[in-house]
DNA sequence: GCAATTGCTGACCAGCTGTACAGTACACTG
DNA sequence: CAGTGTACTGTACAGCTGGTCAGCAATTGC
């Protein structure tokens, strides 16, 4: 080894700046001497310790994932909290984690069905113990609501340029608009039924055609 | 020309080929062959249509994004049921928007912007009219509301395989989804304020440090 | 000691990339 | 008719791609 720790194992050091550069710019889009020469290794190296560039590809999915699920434990994943620490995870692995999410990489897809799954267990014993509202389809509503709080993974970007805050994955942002997604699923945005009666309508005029 | 009117101009054809392929795979991820050979043309066309591959990109994206906006006008903005159209938009155009976004085009980002402010005045005048609860950060709750809409299209594959529905792009999956969404919009999904008020102990105690 | 293993490199390769360009076919205009 | 412009093609090219391989240096196991 060059110096007493070398700050991180080469291994890690390749794997970390894959991350960075496949969330910033897509897997696609980062050659594997940039990731090396990121990780101020060969490129050479890289094929080494990962075989092919869809190795390396599959080592950082599987290690985001690892991230994701072993953070706070599993059990963590059934209260809000879970959910929100994972929204809190470090920059890079956010837009990592987005990125897999729309290029349907099979350990995201697994992972939002665990959550899906998760999600909907823990609302079905919110409502029997009163604290969530019943819904018509909570399969679907479980989905919906994983789906929303994934949304910033994607969207934080133009979320905190809107905001005018200055770095998308503060914390501060993340508070800012956390905020009004829980005051939404508490309270709701309509005080009314209109746009629900709206949809209906939109429903009704579907099965008749 | 080689038939009556053959199909489509070969410009048009080699967009929507475009369209197609860098939303299902990312631009970097599509070579300039792959859009002209889908397309039924030499690659070298496409240069001379459009330059560069960077310009065929610009295209796609002022040609989505024009889509949005010209769609059914621009006061439709204003109301739910513009941005369900928009949601409603065509498959390859909706897996090119999610990416568009999440790679940050600049065509993309002032969409977002657009979508928000007509979202945020659109708010204010619901709370005027009592139709809209009132918020307390009217300018996150726009911004949530619309991350919110737009989510589906980045995460629309797993919301749609998790429904077990087969068709990602369906109108149906997209009634069923978003049925449950105008639900958590219109009733919340927590019936008292303990999410809240955890919420606020969070922000308390971040500012005590 | 010495052999085996492991981390790591530079040189090399075939193939694909975006781009340039000369040239063809065809439709206009004068 | 020549002249001009436009849609379109095939070929060519420099550069970069992912991947292979022989070999060096240090560590490990005996």
């Given amino acids: 080894m060059r110096s007493d720790k070398d700050d991180l194992k080469a291994r890690a050091r390749i ?3 894959a991350l960075e550069l496949f969330g910033a710019e897509g897997v696609a889009g980062v050659s594997l001497r940039a990731v090396a020469t990121r990780a101020g290794v060969s ?6 310790h990962f ?4 190795g390396l590809r599959k080592e950082c999915d599987a290690y985001v994932v690892s991230l994701v699920r072993g953070g706070p434990g599993v059990e963590a994943l059934e209260d809000t909290t879970g959910l929100a620490a994972m929204l809190e995870a470090a920059g890079p692995v956010r837009r990592y984690l987005g990125r897999a999410f729309l290029d349907g990489a099979p350990e995201a897809a697994a992972l939002y069905d665990e959550i899906v799954d ?3 267990r823990w609302l079905e014993q919110g409502v029997a113990e009163g604290w969530a509202r019943p819904g018509e ?5 479980a989905a919906i609501y994983v789906t929303w709080l994934l949304a910033p993974l994607a969207f934080g970007e133009h979320l905190s340029r809107v905001l005018g805050l200055p770095d998308p994955h503060d914390l501060d942002a993340t508070l800012r608009y956390s905020r009004a997604g829980v005051e939404i699923l508490t309270r709701g945005v309509f005080a009314d039924d209109r746009v629900l009666t709206a949809w209906e ?3 009704k005029e579907r099965r008749a055609r």
């Avoid at 075989?51 to 869809?54: A, H, N, Q, R, Y």
């Fill in 51 to 54: 075989g092919s560039k869809e």
């Fill in 118 to 120: 998760a999600t909907e």
């Fill in 201 to 203: 309508a939109v429903r």
């Fill in 15 to 17: 794997r970390n700046a």
């Fill in 137 to 141: 389809d909570p399969r679907a509503r």
């Fill in 43 to 48: 490129h050479a190296l890289v094929l080494h």
